[in-house]
């Protein structure tokens, strides 16, 4: 099994990579962006897919007309590319070292005296390392620190589970005031962090894989928070995924189609506010509601969906897709993918079986 | 002892013993407003708020640049409680200074009211930040620090630390930070009071040598008597302009529960009740002033 994003074929908005970046400098020892090369995926994988390397560059944009953007890092500047950033904004780059409890904190202490912080690390350590961090001093004071929480999910692979972030949307999504987004793809991350501007309140904001296919064409120019999209149209059932998996969600609803099912696809990309009204459409719509993400089973985004069928009171054939509630295995993501059937493939026979019940 | 960048009356001039006495009658109300503060939900944080009354008093009522009526005037000093369960000294200083009406304290702690243990800055004006987890205020100030530095403006930022909270990883997080940039316009005052919740900081865990600590995190470094209002005064006089230099700590050595004899040094009153007749006393005692510290009072 491959990695259906990197392995091309039902993909049709695969972009071309971005010769005008060079990755040379992130993997050391091997021959620069070769090095980027999955093995298990058996393709190079276009540069502006991958969200968390455009982040810096995006912002670096952004900064020349607004004077209230700074950018943090905790000595991952390379990993996430917010050295794009510092490049050409030296004097609002802050690199506070390993030190991310402190770096929240910090942001919240400028976000308080009228800077936009955006402050980056790896999901685990932002959402379960400084989570008191973010509840407590960008939260509880409404400050507006944009949270920039990179390789979440497992997509670290065989890093192991210190590295992976898999109970971050559950932990997030029930701090009061906090928006809770995922990034499907650089296109959308790039909605995001332009809409980010004028939303009050802090945002965590979570990245995917580091290596997402492209989902949109375009950044998506009517980005709202707490408005999903609907990213295709289906009567049979709806599946509504976030983030690192809307790719995948695409690919199989090609396949059911092929097979005669016809799934609707919605990219819940805001986990907080929650767009409630389109997960009801979607269950009257439908009659079956798949949900689909890189995270526990417990928490996330089918808990969220459940809750709010539950509240409503509207009978669905349900079922929550993600990562069994264990310490997933390591492994190069595309297996761990593959494995827990969070690839095409994958989501696509958890569809078949729920359509069977 | 004053430098030559002395902003305070000399020492001995009837303007030094002015403002002296004014600040003694504002320690002095800080106490006492703390005790009847108290009163309203049966519990307080007496004696943290008292170590620092004078450290309270001599920052609002001398040194802080800020404007009620202008709350969040951009260039205005900034002053971080990281001991928030001091909030209940602050309050009553935030309101007689003109931040909002006295009368709201009256119902401080009850359903709904702004004003909890712990300051809330969307609730309340004044309160530069939310405190109450202990450990996060140097790292807050830091941002401040930092947003002076980006925007181009010449606050300082103030953060009041406890001694026991030094026990906090994020503190040193914080000093490391302050002293890498550089942030010469960050004053952290430690209220040395040498008792945490449930004994003596060097029993529960040690922190000294303090000020060789701060001083190889790269900060500049007074130790001072911190009930001691010339000195207090002396030391805001000391702090170099803020700018490029060392991040700036005055360490004030304190002692828990002042200025109430049954309070000092007793780690038992770290929360208490004052009722009855107990409470009576303890409110003549205060508005007698600061006496000398009783035998038993005070540091190990």
């Given amino acids: 099994m ?18 005008g970046q060079d990755m040379s400098g992130l993997f050391r020892g091997t021959a620069g962006a070769q090095a980027l090369k999955d093995p298990k995926s058996g393709k190079g994988i276009a540069v502006t897919s991958i969200p968390a390397f455009v982040a810096g560059a995006e912002l670096a944009d952004l900064a020349r007309d607004d004077d209230r953007i700074v950018v943090l890092t905790a000595d991952l500047a390379h990993a996430n590319r917010t050295i794009d950033f510092a490049s050409r904004h030296p004097g609002r780059f802050f690199n506070v070292g390993v030190a991310e409890q402190n770096m929240f904190s910090i942001a919240a202490g400028m976000a308080s ?80 962090l ?70 609707r696809v919605i990219d819940m990309h805001t986990i907080r506010p929650l767009d409630t009204r389109e997960i009801l459409t979607a269950a009257v719509e439908t009659g079956t509601v798949l949900t689909v993400e890189e995270h526990n089973i417990t928490g996330g985004l089918g808990s969220a969906v459940a809750e709010t069928l539950a509240d409503a009171g509207v009978a669905a054939r349900f079922l929550r897709h993600g990562v069994p509630d264990e310490h997933v295995l390591l492994g190069p993501p595309a297996a761990l993918y593959a494995h827990y059937r969070l690839d095409a493939a994958g989501i696509e026979s958890t569809a078949r079986q729920l359509l069977a019940r | 002892m004053t430098s030559e960048r002395a902003r305070y009356p000399r020492i001995g001039s009837p303007e030094r013993e002015r403002l002296l006495a004014r600040l003694a009658d504002r320690a002095k109300f800080i106490r006492l407003e703390t005790v009847r503060l108290a009163e309203i939900p049966g519990a307080g944080h007496y004696t943290g708020t008292f170590s620092a009354a004078e ?68 609730k309340i ?34 953060c009041i630390v406890g001694d026991g909270e030094l026990a906090e990883g994020q503190v040193w997080e914080a000093a490391m930070a302050a002293g890498h940039y550089r942030l010469g316009s960050l004053v952290c005052i430690v209220d040395r009071n040498y008792l945490s919740i449930d004994g003596p900081t060097e029993d529960i865990m040690g922190i000294e040598p303090l000020a060789d600590k701060f001083a190889s995190f790269r900060w500049s470094v007074q130790r001072i008597d911190g009930h001691d209002l010339d000195a207090i005064l002396d030391a805001y006089d000391r702090l170099e302009p803020p700018g490029q230099g060392q991040p700036q700590v005055i360490i004030a050595d304190t002692v828990k529960g002042r200025g109430v004899r049954r309070m000092e040094g007793d780690v038992g009153w770290h929360v208490g009740r004052l009722a009855g007749a107990d409470y009576d006393e303890v409110v003549a005692e205060i508005a007698g002033g600061l006496q000398p510290l009783g035998s038993g009072a005070g540091r190990d």
Wanted: aromatic share 8%; proline share 7%.
């Fill in chain 1, 113 to 192: 005296a009228g800077l936009i912080p955006f402050a980056s690390t790896f999901a685990s350590y932002a959402a379960l390392l400084a989570c008191e961090q973010i509840r407590t001093d960008c939260a509880y004071p409404g400050m507006p620190v944009r949270i920039l929480a990179h390789h979440s999910g497992m997509s670290l692979g065989f890093y192991g589970t210190s590295h992976h972030s898999l109970e971050d949307l559950a932990i997030m999504r029930a701090i009061a005031d906090l928006t809770v987004v995922c990034a499907a793809d650089a296109h959308q991350l790039r909605a995001i």
């Fill in chain 1, 2 to 19: 491959t990695d259906p994003g990197a392995a091309g074929g039902a993909q049709p908005r695969e972009a071309a990579p971005d010769p």
């Fill in chain 2, 125 to 158: 004006k004044g309160i530069d930040f939310s405190s109450g987890s202990l450990g996060h205020g140097l790292s807050v100030s830091v941002g401040m620090a930092l947003a002076a530095r980006v925007s181009g403006r010449g606050y300082r930022t103030f």
């Fill in chain 2, 55 to 122: 450290l309270i008093a001599s920052l609002y009522y001398a040194e802080l640049a800020y404007r009620p009526g202008d709350p969040a005037w951009p260039d205005r000093d900034r002053m971080v409680l990281s001991k928030g369960h001091a909030a209940i000294g602050l309050y009553p200083v935030l309101a007689d200074v003109g931040f909002f009406a006295p009368g709201l304290l009256d119902d401080y702690t009850r359903l709904g009211s702004p004003f909890g243990d712990h300051p809330d800055m969307r």
């Fill in chain 1, 194 to 263: 332009r809409a980010s501007l004028s939303h009050p309140g802090p945002i965590y904001i979570r990245l995917g894989r580091g290596r997402d296919p492209q989902v949109y064409a375009e950044p998506p120019a009517s980005f709202q928070f707490g408005r999903a999209i609907r990213l295709r149209e289906g009567s049979d059932l709806a599946i509504i995924t976030t983030g690192s998996e809307v790719h995948a969600c695409l690919g199989a609803a090609e396949s059911l189609q092929a097979a005669g099912i016809s799934a």
